[in-house]
């Protein structure tokens, strides 16, 4: 009996120390708590995250500053910042919301903005809209050019400096994918738009002093049109007349093929509208002042085009 006793001790002893290292409380208690260790899926925001705009907006890229103002003329402006290193203005033009992104000059810039713009925002279509240099004795100071096509002129093998060839033939991708094209096309729909648009828009004359051709100049709204783009300025009328001759090309500039092929690669409805600011061709200068007059006409078709589709 005392050696039972005894045992019923020790195993006394031995559950209360065990009890002291493990926390559980031999005392009797009312009250039963239950703890749960239950595993949490949860999103946190850092404050620097990019949250996108999914508003559907036109989405507007120019090159320079001093063309963007003309635009800015008939933009009502909501909010603007800077992100990714590109100057973004939010607001709209006609009542239709709209982004406008000062991309610099050159392709790679130009197509740098549209990716930014295509992860900041919800574009329904995209506008590159900007001067432009003749290429045709046809076009002057003034005129509007909507592009149909794109050719990416700077694209040449030389033999020589004076003998030089385009590389014509593009690349396609595995997937079907055009790496590049000899002429990248427009969207046929913004095309129709345009054409919609330029029926209701009138351009005021050109100054004297501002064509080569002693006298006021009355430009107009050309469509199917071909913009040649490269990072270059050509500036140089034997080089010009040949580009024209071989490829069609009305006019040339410095983002349009970056911009376009940006957009083709992200499925992004994509035109180009190119205004005439000077033809060497014909001796009209590229001044502050055909700047103005030519992006001033621009605006006046895309503020049309985007009340009718925006």
Request: overall charge neutral.
């Amino acid at each position: 009996m005392r050696r039972n006793v005894l045992m019923v001790i020790f195993l006394l002893i031995i559950i209360g120390i065990g009890a002291f290292y493990t926390g559980i409380s031999l005392a009797p208690t009312t009250t039963v708590t239950a703890t749960f260790l239950t595993t949490l899926t949860s999103t946190v925001t850092p404050s620097n995250a990019i949250i996108k705009d999914t508003t559907p907006r036109v989405g507007i890229v120019i090159a320079m500053l001093d063309e963007a103002r003309y635009i800015f003329e008939i933009f009502d402006l909501e909010k603007s910042f800077v992100a990714m290193g590109y100057n973004f203005s939010v607001g709209k033009i006609a009542g239709k919301p709209v982004v406008i992104v000062i991309s610099g000059i050159g392709e790679e810039a130009a197509a740098g903005a549209v990716m930014a713009m295509s992860t900041l925002f919800n574009i329904k279509w995209a506008v590159n809209i900007g001067t432009a240099g003749a290429h045709s004795y046809d076009h002057d100071t003034g005129d509007v050019i909507v592009a149909a096509r794109i050719v990416p002129y700077g694209n040449r093998r030389y033999l020589s400096y004076e003998n030089w060839v385009y590389m014509r033939l593009g690349i396609t991708l595995v997937n079907g994918t055009r790496f590049r094209f000899l002429y990248l096309n427009t969207s046929s729909e913004l095309l129709d738009l345009a054409e919609r648009a330029s029926k209701e828009v009138s351009l005021p004359p050109t100054p004297a002093n501002l064509t080569g051709r002693d006298q006021d100049y009355y430009p107009k709204i050309f469509l199917n049109g071909t913009i040649a783009s490269a990072n270059i300025w050509t500036a140089n009328s034997t080089y010009i007349l040949r580009v024209h001759q071989e490829l069609s090309t009305d006019a040339e500039e410095m983002e349009a093929y970056g911009f376009g092929l940006a957009c083709y690669r992200l499925g992004i409805p994509f035109i180009k509208i190119a205004v005439i600011s000077n033809n060497e061709l014909t001796g009209s200068p590229w001044s502050p002042e055909s700047i103005m007059i030519s992006m001033r006409n621009g605006a006046k078709l895309l503020m049309k085009m985007i009340e009718l589709g925006g």
